[in-house]
Nanobody
Protein backbone atom coordinates (compact mmCIF):
# COMPACT_ATOMS: atom_id res chain seq x y z
CA UNK A 1 0.00 0.00 0.00
CA UNK A 2 0.93 3.61 -0.52
CA UNK A 3 -0.08 6.30 1.93
CA UNK A 4 -0.26 9.97 1.03
CA UNK A 5 -0.42 12.67 3.68
CA UNK A 6 -1.02 16.30 2.79
CA UNK A 7 -0.20 19.27 4.98
CA UNK A 8 0.19 23.02 4.76
CA UNK A 9 -3.38 24.13 4.23
CA UNK A 10 -4.93 26.97 6.17
CA UNK A 11 -6.47 30.41 6.01
CA UNK A 12 -4.70 33.03 3.95
CA UNK A 13 -5.63 36.48 2.69
CA UNK A 14 -6.04 37.17 -1.02
CA UNK A 15 -2.64 37.77 -2.58
CA UNK A 16 -0.95 35.60 0.00
CA UNK A 17 1.02 32.37 -0.34
CA UNK A 18 0.92 28.85 0.99
CA UNK A 19 3.02 25.78 0.39
CA UNK A 20 1.35 22.39 0.47
CA UNK A 21 3.28 19.19 1.04
CA UNK A 22 2.43 15.62 0.14
CA UNK A 23 4.49 12.86 1.70
CA UNK A 24 4.29 9.40 0.19
CA UNK A 25 5.10 6.37 2.30
CA UNK A 26 4.67 2.61 2.25
CA UNK A 27 6.10 -0.20 0.18
CA UNK A 28 6.75 2.03 -2.79
CA UNK A 29 8.61 0.51 -5.70
CA UNK A 30 8.03 3.32 -8.16
CA UNK A 31 6.02 6.51 -8.52
CA UNK A 32 5.04 7.45 -12.06
CA UNK A 33 3.36 10.74 -11.28
CA UNK A 34 2.05 12.82 -8.44
CA UNK A 35 -0.67 15.37 -8.89
CA UNK A 36 -2.56 17.92 -6.88
CA UNK A 37 -6.31 18.12 -7.33
CA UNK A 38 -8.77 20.42 -5.63
CA UNK A 39 -12.46 20.42 -4.94
CA UNK A 40 -14.36 23.54 -4.06
CA UNK A 41 -17.75 23.37 -2.33
CA UNK A 42 -20.43 22.31 -4.78
CA UNK A 43 -17.94 21.74 -7.59
CA UNK A 44 -16.26 18.76 -9.18
CA UNK A 45 -12.73 17.80 -8.31
CA UNK A 46 -10.28 19.34 -10.77
CA UNK A 47 -6.66 18.74 -11.65
CA UNK A 48 -4.37 21.54 -10.52
CA UNK A 49 -0.84 20.37 -11.30
CA UNK A 50 1.08 17.22 -12.13
CA UNK A 51 4.70 16.22 -11.92
CA UNK A 52 5.88 13.17 -13.80
CA UNK A 53 8.80 10.87 -12.94
CA UNK A 54 10.86 12.39 -15.77
CA UNK A 55 10.53 15.78 -14.11
CA UNK A 56 8.04 17.26 -16.52
CA UNK A 57 5.02 19.05 -15.16
CA UNK A 58 1.82 20.69 -16.24
CA UNK A 59 -0.72 23.04 -14.73
CA UNK A 60 -4.34 23.99 -15.02
CA UNK A 61 -4.75 27.26 -16.90
CA UNK A 62 -6.30 28.84 -13.83
CA UNK A 63 -3.09 28.45 -11.79
CA UNK A 64 -0.36 28.88 -14.40
CA UNK A 65 2.15 31.48 -13.34
CA UNK A 66 0.95 31.39 -9.74
CA UNK A 67 1.45 27.79 -8.61
CA UNK A 68 4.61 25.70 -8.81
CA UNK A 69 4.82 21.95 -8.29
CA UNK A 70 8.13 20.44 -7.25
CA UNK A 71 9.45 17.29 -5.64
CA UNK A 72 12.12 15.98 -3.33
CA UNK A 73 12.72 12.39 -4.37
CA UNK A 74 14.89 11.65 -1.37
CA UNK A 75 11.98 12.52 0.92
CA UNK A 76 9.22 11.12 -1.33
CA UNK A 77 7.62 14.52 -1.02
CA UNK A 78 5.88 16.74 -3.53
CA UNK A 79 5.20 20.40 -2.89
CA UNK A 80 2.72 22.86 -4.29
CA UNK A 81 3.84 26.44 -3.87
CA UNK A 82 0.82 28.67 -4.25
CA UNK A 83 1.34 32.40 -4.73
CA UNK A 84 -1.01 35.28 -5.47
CA UNK A 85 -3.88 33.30 -4.02
CA UNK A 86 -7.42 34.25 -4.94
CA UNK A 87 -10.72 33.53 -3.19
CA UNK A 88 -11.56 31.14 -6.03
CA UNK A 89 -8.59 29.01 -5.02
CA UNK A 90 -10.49 28.06 -1.87
CA UNK A 91 -10.90 24.29 -1.88
CA UNK A 92 -9.82 21.05 -0.35
CA UNK A 93 -6.55 20.11 -2.03
CA UNK A 94 -5.85 16.43 -2.58
CA UNK A 95 -2.64 14.65 -3.42
CA UNK A 96 -2.85 11.83 -5.94
CA UNK A 97 -0.14 9.37 -6.91
CA UNK A 98 0.14 6.80 -9.64
CA UNK A 99 2.48 4.32 -8.04
CA UNK A 100 3.28 0.66 -7.74
CA UNK A 101 4.35 -1.31 -4.72
CA UNK A 102 6.58 -4.37 -4.55
CA UNK A 103 3.45 -6.52 -4.64
CA UNK A 104 1.11 -4.66 -7.00
CA UNK A 105 1.02 -2.96 -10.35
CA UNK A 106 0.48 0.77 -10.85
CA UNK A 107 -2.59 2.12 -9.06
CA UNK A 108 -4.11 5.43 -8.11
CA UNK A 109 -3.73 6.52 -4.51
CA UNK A 110 -5.32 9.50 -2.77
CA UNK A 111 -4.61 11.49 0.34
CA UNK A 112 -7.31 12.74 2.70
CA UNK A 113 -6.92 16.35 1.61
CA UNK A 114 -6.00 19.64 3.20
CA UNK A 115 -8.26 22.69 3.27
CA UNK A 116 -7.13 25.97 1.77
CA UNK A 117 -9.27 29.01 2.48
CA UNK A 118 -8.51 32.32 0.80
CA UNK A 119 -10.45 35.09 2.46
CA UNK A 120 -9.99 38.52 3.95
Amino acid sequence: QVQLVESGGGLVQPGGSLRLSCVASGSIASIHAIAWYRQAPGKQRELVATIISDGSNNYADSVKGRFTISRDNAKNTVYLQMNSLKPEDTAVYYCNAVARTYSSSYRNYWGAGTLVTVSS
